[in-house]
């Protein structure tokens, strides 16, 4: 069964930068997108971009646009969401998805998501 | 940027009765390609339907989605106690840009 585990929780400075992964198992790691979503307390999902493992290409959210970075292991079957210059508003919950199919399709798949707080 | 605003933004009914909750495109959604989740707290959201209105797996019947262009609903026939969460809109597609509703709450009266 299609399974996304995802790193621990992380406290974090205003400024600095934070790396969560997805180690994905179940399926071809490659052949499908990894989306991430993330969910600030008591608020709303926000979509952040998306990566093919395969070819390593990505699309973010024009608000992340200047700050993440969304790479991959194939190796080991991971992908990785890099946030950089913290603010605290980025407090939140922090999930990968994978999509059904081809790009563009829905999210049937969902880590159990990484908390990073950033606090001085 | 196609923007999803969903309504209500709270919904207080009773187990068995019948929920209506609204997702509104500020324009027209390709191919219907709407979808809905449900997140209970603590819990990654769950996907529900897809395509406007073709269920995901293992999804009761009593969920049903239907609309389309820029309008949407997700109706629940008879609310079961599990049903209470906060329910989301997606829309997708080739563009790969990926939007959410803000999510209406679901909350036993």
């Known amino acids: 069964q299609v399974q996304l585990v995802q790193s621990g929780a992380e406290v974090k400075k205003p400024g600095a930068s934070v790396k969560v992964s997805c180690k994905a198992s179940?399926?071809?790691?490659?052949?499908?997108?990894i989306n991430w979503v993330r969910q600030a307390t008591g608020q709303g999902l926000e979509w952040m971009g998306w990566m093919n493992p395969n070819s390593g290409n990505t699309g973010y959210a024009q608000k992340f646009q200047d700050r993440v970075t969304m790479t991959r292991n194939t190796s080991i079957s991971t992908a990785y969401m890099e946030l950089s210059s913290l603010r605290s508003d980025d407090t939140a919950v922090y999930y990968c998805a994978r999509v059904y199919s081809v790009p563009g399709t829905t999210f049937p798949y969902w880590g159990q998501g990484s908390l990073v707080t950033v606090s001085s | 940027e196609i923007v999803l605003t969903q309504s209500p933004g709270t919904l207080s009914l009773s187990p068995g009765e019948r929920a209506t909750l609204s997702c509104r495109a500020s324009q027209s959604v390709s191919s219907s390609f709407l979808a809905w989740y449900q997140q209970k707290p603590g819990q990654a959201p769950r996907l529900l339907i897809y395509g406007a209105s073709s269920r995901a797996t293992g999804i009761p019947d009593r969920f049903s989605g239907s609309g389309s262009g820029t309008d949407f609903t997700l109706t629940i026939s008879r609310l079961e106690p599990e049903d209470f969460a906060v329910y989301y809109c997606q829309q997708y597609g080739s563009s790969l840009q990926y939007t959410f509703g803000q999510g209406t709450k679901l909350e036993i009266k």
């Open positions: 179940g399926y071809t790691f490659t052949s499908y997108d």
